[in-house]
């Protein structure tokens, strides 16, 4: 897996997990009125740094050239930061169910270890460390711990609404979607996304549009979003960006970058967060990690287990008992 400040720093200023097409840097309003940045279309699709047919620039025409250079590699990073944000929220929910029984099922011997122990010799220190170990086995939770992996930003996830209403819960395949999927999810963020649109009718048409893709593609669901292509193709196209005073697209520059900066540090805090750290570890295979996990978790508490019984004078069952764990 290819993190968005890694694949930035590998190639283009601003990009994407697979570098399909490479984006170019957000400038600030100043390089902007320097010429930094400007570029245009030529007939044959090219771009060139010239006027067509040797008229005579707009006073506008660079800065127009800058502002939708700067809207593209805006659009490229946000894609790379969403795929990456999805890949982490799918692991995140993929680690709680597969594993949450293994650590569990670890606390909780811990937790009789100690009170054995306890039990043994009387010392205080050991009848503190077994209270402590027992009330860690079921805490006193805290409100984002209530509603972790139950909320977002939007409300109730799709699982937790599911099961309220008591519907199929349709949890995540994959941590990372087929190929298939990314590719399709990548080509939809790029035509519809919101920040194309040239009124508030049109981006609220976009966003209600992408919340759909966004659903489907955490979903891995490369079908539903075939369909969403062939709607989208069928759908209004949207009109064409008229010419625009400098005022305004020296405003919509520094939007852009200060848009920049915010997904720079929400990709930095995906990376550096617990569930980003980990998924670094097996940057080709997600999926698999969380097999090793389990099966390093496995093997803990069948070691736990022998402990126990040895501390308890009881037949060691923990070959038995540890296959019980679900994974």
């Not at 930035?8 to 399909?20: M, N």
């Not at 011997?109 to 170990?133: C, V």
């Not at 509603?147 to 099961?163: S, T």
């Not at 969403?228 to 939007?255: D, K, M, N, V």
Request: hydrophobic share 40%; aromatic share 4%; no cysteine.
């Amino acid at each position: 897996m290819t993190t968005p400040e890694a694949e930035q720093s590998q190639s283009a200023p601003v990009g994407e997990p697979v570098p399909e097409q490479a984006g170019a840097e957000v400038p600030s309003a100043a390089g902007a009125a320097a010429g930094e940045g400007s570029v245009r279309e030529d007939s044959g699709g090219g771009v060139g740094t010239g006027p067509a047919d040797g008229a005579a620039p707009r006073p506008e025409e660079r800065l127009e050239r800058a502002v939708r250079a700067a809207e593209q590699a805006l659009i490229e990073y946000e894609i790379a930061v969403d795929t990456f944000r999805i890949e982490v929220e799918n692991f995140s929910r993929l680690h709680h169910q597969k594993l949450g029984p293994m650590y569990s099922r670890l606390d909780e011997l811990d937790a009789r270890i100690a009170e054995a122990k306890a039990a043994r010799t009387g010392d205080p220190e050991d009848i503190r460390l077994a209270d402590e170990a027992r009330a860690r086995v079921m805490p006193m939770p805290g409100v984002e711990e209530l509603f972790h992996g139950w909320m977002d930003g939007d409300g109730l996830f799709p699982e937790a609404a599911a099961m309220l209403t008591e519907q199929p819960v349709r949890p995540p395949q994959r941590v990372r979607p087929s190929e298939e999927a990314r590719k399709l999810y990548r080509e939809l963020a790029r035509k519809a996304h919101p920040d194309l649109a040239q009124d508030d009718d049109e981006r609220k048409r976009r966003e209600e549009f992408i919340t759909r893709v966004n659903a489907a593609y955490s979903r891995g669901d490369a079908p539903l979003l075939r369909e969403l292509a062939e709607e989208w193709a069928a759908g209004p196209a949207p009109a064409e960006r008229g010419p625009s005073p400098s005022e305004e697209l020296y405003a919509r520059l520094e939007w852009l970058a200060q848009r920049k900066e915010l997904l720079t540090l929400v990709a930095r805090e995906l990376e550096e967060g617990a569930i980003g750290s980990m998924l670094r570890i097996a940057p080709d295979d997600p999926d698999r990690l969380l097999d090793e996990i389990a099966d390093q978790l496995l093997a803990q508490v069948a070691e736990r287990e022998a402990e126990l019984a040895a501390l308890l004078g009881e037949p060691d069952t923990s070959a038995g008992a540890s296959g019980s764990v679900e994974s």
